[in-house]
Nanobody, 115 residues
């Protein structure tokens, strides 16, 4: 079955960096678009970034120039490099894919940006 497992979250000071990973299994990872979402306390889940099988990427305006999404198809893993982190980036970060018409989510990894 499809499984997505995020890792790499933690507590970081404003201006710091983190790299999130999403390990995928149960489907042909290289053939599917992958996405990072986040959900801050009291807010709706929002799309942060996406990457196509060919490597084209898109970002929400609030993270452009600070976050970089990438994928390693040989490792079935997607990444989110987050630089210049701000307190407003605090959220649970989730990876997601759509396989055979159904959404699959990971369990999430918490990112806290605070001094």
């Amino acid at each position: 079955q499809v499984q997505l497992v995020e890792s790499g979250g933690g507590l970081v000071q404003p201006g710091g960096s983190l790299r999130l990973s999403c390990a995928a299994s149960g489907f042909t990872f290289s053939s599917y678009t992958m996405n990072w979402y986040r959900q801050a306390p009291g807010k709706e889940r929002e799309l942060v970034a996406g990457i196509t099988p060919g490597g084209s990427s898109n970002y929400v305006d609030s993270v452009k120039g600070r976050f970089t999404i990438s994928r390693d198809n040989a490792k079935n893993t997607m990444y989110l490099q987050m630089n210049s982190l701000k307190p407003e980036d605090t959220a649970v970060y989730y990876c997601k894919t759509v396989w055979r018409g159904q959404n699959y989510w990971g369990q999430g990894t918490q990112v806290i940006v605070s001094s």
